[in-house]
C-alpha cells in the first residue's frame, strides 16, 4: 500500500472513531458540568470544580511535555526531517502546541485557585 493511502486510511479510522471519543469525553465530564451548571455553592463543590482543574493542568503539561519531546525527535534523530521543509515545519507545530498547552496549564491553575480561595469563606 502506497504511503498515501495508508495516511488516508488512519485518517478515515480517525474519523469514524471521532464521534465516540467525544462520547466518552461528555460522559466523564458529566458530573463536573452538574457542579458548574448548579455554580457550586458549598466549599466542597468548589473544590471538586478545583481538583478538576488541577487535573486539566496537568493533563495540558504533559500533552506539552509530550511535544516537546517530539521537536527534540525531529530535530535531532530523524536524517529524512532533519533540515528538511517538513522537519521544520513539524518542529514549528510542536513548538506552538508546547505554548498553547503551557498557557492553557496555566488558565486551569488560576481557574482551580479561584474556586480555592472560595472553600476558604
Do not use: W
Not at 521544520?88 to 506552538?96: G, L
Request: negative net charge.
Amino acid at each position: 500500500m502506497k504511503p498515501s493511502n495508508i495516511a488516508f486510511a488512519l485518517l478515515f479510522a480517525a474519523t469514524l472513531a471521532a464521534p465516540f471519543q467525544l462520547h466518552a469525553q461528555a460522559t466523564d465530564e458529566a458530573p463536573i458540568m452538574e457542579l458548574l451548571d448548579t455554580m457550586a455553592e458549598k466549599p466542597e463543590q468548589h473544590q471538586a470544580i478545583a481538583d478538576y482543574y488541577r487535573k486539566m493542568a496537568a493533563e495540558a503539561r504533559n500533552e506539552a511535555s509530550l511535544h516537546e519531546k517530539m521537536k527534540g525527535t525531529y530535530r535531532h534523530s530523524h536524517a529524512k526531517f532533519k533540515g528538511q521543509p517538513a522537519g521544520q515545519a513539524t518542529e514549528r507545530h510542536c513548538k506552538r502546541v508546547v505554548e498553547l498547552q503551557q498557557s492553557m496549564a496555566e488558565e486551569y491553575d488560576a481557574l482551580a485557585e479561584l474556586h480555592e480561595s472560595a472553600t476558604k469563606q
